[in-house]
């Protein structure tokens, strides 16, 4: 069950304990927020550890398939937008490159 839901649970349980009628609600509020917040850092935390992941997975290139030589260039060259790239273990932001497109 998402922060969310279970959040809104009990603070709807102890709202409706500590104030019937309006206590519920209020409860039922303060918990739904206090659970999205707990889940914004859950996310949080699960975007940087999958970053890593990849970033790891990216840097060490196939290790058991043999990469062809690289064919001379073809086309046009192209300036083309980059969101990400890892280049010798470092992340680089986005940015404009060069680029052969068929």
Same mark, same amino acid.
């Given at each position: 069950?998402?922060?969310? *839901? +279970? ?5 709807? +349980? $102890?709202?409706?304990? =500590?104030?019937?009628?309006? !206590?519920? /609600?209020?409860g039922g509020l303060v918990g739904m927020?206090? !659970?999205?917040?707990? *889940? #914004? %850092? +859950?996310?949080k935390a699960t975007e940087g550890q ?10 060490? !290139?196939? /290790? /058991?398939?043999?990469?062809?030589? $690289?064919?001379?260039? %073809? ?12 280049q010798g273990g470092k992340l680089i $932001? #986005? ?5 052969? =497109? =068929?």
């Amino acid at each position: 069950m998402p922060p969310v *839901q +279970i959040g809104q649970m009990a603070g709807t +349980i $102890a709202g409706a304990a =500590l104030a019937p009628g309006v !206590g519920a /609600s209020v409860g039922g509020l303060v918990g739904m927020l206090a !659970g999205m917040a707990v *889940q #914004g %850092q +859950i996310d949080k935390a699960t975007e940087g550890q999958e970053r890593k992941t990849l970033s790891n997975q990216l840097g060490t !290139g196939p /290790s /058991s398939s043999a990469q062809a030589p $690289a064919a001379p260039p %073809q086309g046009a060259p192209t300036r083309v937008w980059v969101d990400e790239t890892v280049q010798g273990g470092k992340l680089i $932001a #986005g940015h404009f490159e060069t680029r052969y =497109l =068929l």
